[in-house]
């Protein structure tokens, strides 16, 4: 495992624990109105941090399920017709889900120059700012 799958696995631990234990006891009604508030905003918060990993990994498999070979392609290598259903396959998330999600990361994806092999700039820069920090997502 990757060092960032690592801790994804850690917090998706603890998130696990702690959603079960708050959904499953008194929830949001021991609560008070303000600090409802913040857990859904923290809540919504990390939804969005999640969702720019995400959509930075279905870039990586949008590019690698687009290599002139059929044989090299990732979408080939899992059995797989098309990206949204390889993503789909994984993710275990809505077509529609899929559809925006592929969308988005068309729309950040940084390409590597053939010459150089320098990253290039994505067609929406802010746009994947935004994505990182959370400020938007889906």
Same mark, same amino acid.
């Given at each position: ?13 603890? @998130? ?8 499953? $006891?008194? $929830? &949001? *009604?021991?609560?008070?109105?303000? &600090?409802?508030?913040?857990? =859904?905003?923290? &809540?919504? *918060? ?8 995400? #959509?930075?990994?279905?870039? /990586? ?11 090299? !392609? =990732? ?5 797989? !017709?098309?990206?949204?259903? +390889?993503? /789909?396959? %994984? %993710?275990?998330?809505?077509?529609? %889900?899929?559809?925006? %999600?592929?969308?988005?990361?068309? $729309? #950040?994806?940084?390409? #590597? ?9 994505? !067609?929406?820069?802010? @746009?994947?700012?935004? +994505? ?5 997502? #889906?």
């Amino acid at each position: 495992m990757n060092p960032l799958a690592e801790t994804l696995a850690g917090v998706e631990e603890v @998130l696990r624990e702690r959603a079960a234990e708050f959904v499953s $006891g008194v $929830g &949001a *009604h021991g609560l008070s109105d303000e &600090a409802v508030l913040d857990v =859904m905003a923290r &809540a919504s *918060h990390i939804k969005r941090l999640a969702e720019a990993l995400l #959509i930075d990994a279905v870039v /990586q498999v949008d590019l690698r399920s687009a290599r002139p070979s059929v044989d090299e !392609r =990732m979408t080939t290598t899992y059995g797989c !017709r098309t990206v949204n259903e +390889l993503v /789909q396959r %994984t %993710t275990l998330l809505s077509s529609k %889900t899929i559809t925006e %999600t592929v969308r988005a990361a068309r $729309g #950040i994806e940084r390409s #590597i120059a053939p010459s150089t092999g320098e990253v290039l700039p994505a !067609r929406y820069p802010a @746009l994947r700012e935004a +994505l990182a920090d959370g400020a938007l997502g #889906i």
